[in-house]
Nanobody, 124 residues
Framework: QVQLVESGGGLVQPGASLRLSCAAS????????MGWFRRAPGSEREFVAL????????YYADSVKGRFTISRDNAKNTVYLQMNSLNPEDTAVYYC?????????????????WGQGTQVTVSS
């Protein structure tokens, strides 16, 4: 199985950028669809972005489309989430997850492996 560790969160002002990293160990991420999810205070966990196993398919939540970019570097066994034009509604704990199933999905329940999360706070 794969172990995931997120990093790169922090406190930033509205309009700023952050890049989150998700370092994997134990297995290569090339065997998984990789996703980012987030949970805001008092809210359910929500899908943010995913990159398919092949790297050919990418999906984003409507709320982040055009501002966030997911990428994967299989050689470094790392997934990234570049977040631009951050606003207070992006404040959440961000989680990286790995899905071994055949078809890439936005459903959190289909992801078998999760990191511990990294806090992103957007506030002036």
């Amino acid at each position: 199985q794969v172990q995931l560790v997120e990093s790169g969160g922090g406190l930033v002002q509205p309009g700023a950028s952050l890049r989150l990293s998700c370092a994997a160990s134990g297995r290569t991420i090339s065997t998984y669809h990789m996703g980012w999810f987030r949970r805001a205070p008092g809210s359910e966990r929500e899908f943010v972005a995913l990159k398919s196993r092949s790297g050919l398919s990418t999906y984003y939540a409507d709320s982040v489309k055009g501002r966030f970019t997911i990428s994967r570097d299989n050689a470094k066994n790392t997934v990234y989430l570049q977040m631009n034009s951050l606003n207070p509604e992006d404040t959440a704990v961000y989680y990286c997850a790995a899905d071994p199933s055949l078809k890439a999905t936005r459903q959190a329940d289909d992801y078998d492996y999760w990191g511990q999360g990294t806090q992103v706070t957007v506030s002036s």
